[in-house]
């Protein structure tokens, strides 16, 4: 290279990296003034309060009457309060946008369901979505699905379809694992993905889509006796999980459907919107999906005393024990206390992600306003200073102040804590924003707030009670706050 061309070469190389190494040196020592970036750069110093203005919620996408041919009909309150709060927007039939406020509580629920498979003994893995046809022939699902299946081509004709469900998948994996140890079972694999159905005819927004975020799981145990010790666990984790959620999940008995097996259970939200028929007891704990069950029949079958009584459910989880049913079929073995190879029993479980928000919003909210299970709301507090140019304008400050204030002293809501800085409007129009959203707290920073002993006016909008407190009122109060 000729010297003149090597020193073009080197002053380009030092002009491209000059800001990072100031940005670099700016990070270690914090004390790098702004004229030592280039005037070129547009760097701009970010903000660390998450403010109202600044989250992406477009008001122009809130009004859900437009557009025909993307608007399914909104027979749901909770399909409704979503797109008008701007938490989704329809894409295609059953299929959406998850926008940034939506996505931080899916977040938030995805970490509440590791955590409950996790401490049962599960193992995360993620399988993909594109599914061999041949596998799905091998299980003779391919024509047993149906119209439900999204099935597709590739260049070479190949036949391939988006994957549901994973059960031929999973147990070709685990087949090909050829020294499994009797000591390494049960095996629970689970995943978190996007699962795909072809609904003749989507609603009920999330509900009941064609695209949808699902966490499947599947054990492999050495012996019947132990596959339903496996299942029992799941069930049980379950119903912390939706506990620790605050919603009153029924699990009742169901059909196996096309997933097959010989027994299952579903966990089904109470709910109008439901489209599942329950029979429940009124004396016992005794449960059904009405499919299980003689339609007319009212004698309860476990206490023989008690009657039962038809509502309807959202079904948001299903448990399944599938025997050997696709272990014998994928030859999914492994090896016992002889050394000798042994089919492994199996069982799947599944929990509709993106159906338990909408179920949740649909079941504790308001015709007008979103409540979410306090633990996923995508944040805890917002904090709303005075209207601009009011006569308690100067608390504005101080509004500035607690947000920052509760996040040094209250490690748990950093990143959860949000400040309405749309000082252009009323407290009373943001109040009603905040109450749509579905803010588990609202902190208004007013008049009280600048008196001699400072008083906030707190609302917690999960019981409507609204109470005026002291800073450290306010800090025990919200130290009781469980996040994940």
Known sequence: MEPAVRQIWKRSFQNLHRPFILLHKRHHSGQVEHADIPASSHSRRIKPTLLVS???????????????RLMEELTCKSQRLMQQAGLIHPSNPGCYYYLPATVRSMEKLVKVIDQEMQAIGGQKLDMPSLCSADLWKTSERWDLMGKELFR?????????????????????????????????LPLLLYQITRKFRDEPKPRFGLLRGREFYMKDMYSFDVSEEAAHET???????????????????????????????????????????????LLVCGTCSFAANVETLSSDRTDCPKCGTGTLVESKGIE???????GK???????????????????????????????????????????????????????????????????????????????HTLGQSLPHLRGEVVLDDRTQMTIGKRLKDAGRLGYPYVVVVGQGALEEMPKFEVICQQTGETMFLSKDGLLDLLGTVETV
């Open 54 to 68: 600044r989250l992406y919620q477009p008001s122009n996408l809130r009004d859900v009457g437009q557009d025909n």
């Open 152 to 184: 597709l081509k590739d260049r070479h004709g190949a036949d391939y379809c988006l994957g549901p469900t994973h059960e031929e998948a999973v147990t070709t994996l685990v087949a090909h694992q050829a020294n499994l140890s009797y000591r390494q």
């Open 231 to 277: 299942y029992g666990s799941v069930c049980q984790a379950y119903n912390r999980l939706f506990a620790r959620l605050g919603l009153p999940c029924v699990q009742v008995q169901a059909d196996t459907g096309n997933i097959g097996g010989t027994l299952s259970h579903e966990f089904q939200l109470p709910a109008d919107i439901g489209e599942d028929r």
């Open 316 to 322: 948001v989880g299903h448990t399944f024990y599938l």
């Open 325 to 403: 049913k696709y272990s014998n079929i994928f030859k999914a073995t492994f090896s016992n206390h002889q050394n000798k190879p042994t089919v492994a029993e199996m069982g799947c479980y599944g929990l509709g992600v993106t159906r338990i928000l909408a179920a949740a919003i649909e079941v504790m909210s308001t015709e007008e306003a979103i409540r979410w299970p306090g633990l996923i709301a995508p944040f805890q507090v917002c904090v709303l200073p005075p209207k601009k140019g009011s006569k308690v304008d100067e608390a504005a400050a101080l509004a500035e102040e607690l947000v």
